[in-house]
């Protein structure tokens, strides 16, 4: 079992919509959580990051936690075009500063 | 520049050729960490340092030497290169425990 799981997508949404993104991971001490975005041939780029339970809103994306159920999800609002990309959930771990990734979910946003 | 820079761009090298991949962050951040991304697999962790002369091994270090003897530097050393580690590679930066990383932008390796 990957430590941190996400749907590859493609995750296809109207432009306008709001975009759902979810991921799951196993280490119950995990401490903070983050999103990246990264289009196509380029690096991840930080978009959100969120510590404790609940919601996080910055512009129009929302992160949101639960560490009970061990699970993360991004929230894109008003979905545009320059959404389109592929959306990685990070998860820093008990032990140390060391990220794990998920697998990433791909976002079309069509016009 | 300021930020996180990595060289070269693109590699091509051969089948059991050493090649380094240089990585430098003008920020004095802490931590500095080896990434590679393939299809099917993710980004990777390969080695990180929490500082300078502090190295470990992440999820795939095998074939990979790095050191950090200089807080702003972190090269990735491919011993013996193989084609299985055709990848993209990234370096990342960060200043304190539990806050995102910067990555660079990417060295595209192709071992033939």
Known sequence: QKEVEQNSGPLSVPEGAIASLNCTYSDRGSQSFFWYRQYSGKSPELIMSIYSNGDKEDGRFTAQLNKASQYVSLLIRDSQPSDSATYL?????AAGNKLTFGGGTRVLVKP | DAGITQSPRYKITETGRQVT??????W????MFWYRQDLGHGLRLIYYSAAADITDKGEVPDGYVVSRS??????????????????????????FRDYGYTFGSGTRLTVV
């Open chain 1, 89 to 93: 959930c990070a998860v820093n771990g």
């Open chain 2, 21 to 26: 991949l240089m990585c430098h962050q003008t």
């Open chain 2, 28 to 31: 004095s951040h802490s931590y």
């Open chain 2, 70 to 95: 200089k807080t702003e530097n972190f090269p990735l050393t491919l011993e013996s290169a193989t084609r299985s580690q055709t990848s993209v590679y990234f370096c990342a930066s960060s200043g």
